[in-house]
């Protein structure tokens, strides 16, 4: 029964993708296990001599994934029309080359003034620097151990670079990159934001912690407990308030930046692996991106309550609010871009863009009205790519 029903699914797949000819010939899709498939379409090559590169049933493809591949990457190859679901989508406007980059790449900062992008090069020990002005590979700064969290701070002229393997945050001059000190930790430094309202510099470290640096004396002057290891955060805009993403306690840290201290909880129920959170001030919502189940979920911001929660792109690690579209941006690691249009009661798809494997981080910079995607180095060099919004 497998083996027949196997059979007639791959009989339609190859039929609806028969007209889909990759720059190497026809690809073949199937949404069941590997086990299941490859006899049938052994037998397929003996009978016919033709042989089809296959994508077998996997996490991307499997049930109603397999259509929304077969809608991505059929955009990508132009066989089925642009990818997108509705009007509003990215388009890849260019890619700049990272060098002899190797392995994951994790968080990006800008320099907007400079026109200057900031790479946190974890699996290469480095941090990259692009100029944006001219599309080019400025420089890539060796010496760091696994950096993940990176940040621009522009009143001291100062970057932040955090490291997994040291623990530390390293700071670097602006204008000529050199170093200007180091900040110990003491375990797993990660995601670093700015807040320019209180002139602070917040990292998430160790098994649960939020340090407070003052910039100017660039030291720590506080640290906020957490129940666990501080994925995602981001400050609200007027309120003094910080979401923090705690999932090794499947919660929602809120905390009080004035007070240091953690003053409500909201739990994730049976929603797990909560990493991106961005806040879509204008409708008044905490957005929220888990990874089990992979779904992009809504909270209100003032209690917490969810409102609604729909599926998206697995693997996801950054989400941004376009607010002059009213669109949300999700960068997945399965390989595929994400679009939202943003509604008080729910959320719309619009984009489903396929990208490339392992390509999870990424970073919207309204100034340039660009999105920035890291990719790492597979059968290409690693790379920044660079979205351009439709309209």
Wanted: proline letters at 4%.
């Amino acid at each position: 029964m497998k083996i027949m029903k196997s059979t007639l699914l791959a009989v339609l797949v190859v039929l609806i993708t028969g007209c889909m000819r990759a720059p190497h010939g026809v690809v073949a899709y199937t949404a069941v296990d590997q086990d299941f498939s490859e006899p049938v379409f052994r037998e397929f090559e003996r009978r016919g001599g033709i042989t089809l590169p296959v994508v077998d049933g996997t996490k991307e493809t499997n049930s109603t994934g397999v259509r929304n591949r077969l809608i991505a990457e059929g955009g990508a190859t132009g066989a089925l029309g642009d990818a997108t679901l509705g009007p509003n989508s990215l388009s890849l406007e260019s890619k700049i080359g990272l060098g002899d980059v190797r392995g994951r790449i994790d968080h990006l900062a800008v320099d907007a003034a400079r026109q200057r992008l900031y790479v946190a090069e974890l699996g290469n020990n480095s941090v990259g620097v692009v100029d944006l002005k001219e599309r080019k590979l400025l420089r890539t700064l060796p010496g760091f151990r696994e950096p993940q969290g990176i940040a621009y701070e522009p009143s001291t002229d100062t970057i932040y670079v955090a490291s997994a393997g040291d623990g530390s945050v390293h700071l670097l001059h602006g204008e000529d990159l050199t170093s200007a000190g180091a900040i110990e930790l003491g375990d797993d430094a990660d995601n670093i934001r700015i807040d320019t309202a209180s002139h602070r510099v917040l990292v998430g470290y160790g098994k649960g912690s939020l340090a407070v640096i003052d910039p100017v004396r660039r030291q720590k002057v506080a640290d906020i407990p957490l129940k666990g290891h501080p994925e995602s955060f981001q400050m609200e805009p007027q309120g003094g308030r910080i979401f923090v993403n705690v999932p090794d306690a499947n919660e929602i840290a809120v905390l009080e930046l004035a007070t240091a201290k953690q003053t409500s909880t909201w739990a994730t129920k049976t929603l797990r692996a909560n990493f991106p959170l961005a806040i879509d001030a204008e409708r008044h919502q905490v957005l929220v991106m888990f990874r089990h189940p992979a779904k992009l979920a809504a909270l209100n911001l003032l209690d917490g309550g969810m409102t609604h929660a729909v599926e998206a792109c697995g693997d996801s690690d950054d989400l941004f609010v376009d607010t002059k579209r009213g669109l949300i941006y999700i960068s997945c690691g399965e390989g595929f871009l994400d679009v939202f249009a943003a509604q008080a009661d729910g959320f719309v798809r619009v984009t489903h863009l396929a990208t490339a494997a392992g390509a999870r981080t990424s970073l919207w910079v309204p100034q340039f009205d660009r999105l920035f995607l890291a990719v790492r180095a597979a059968k290409d060099p690693a790379a920044i790519w660079i979205f351009r919004p439709a309209n």
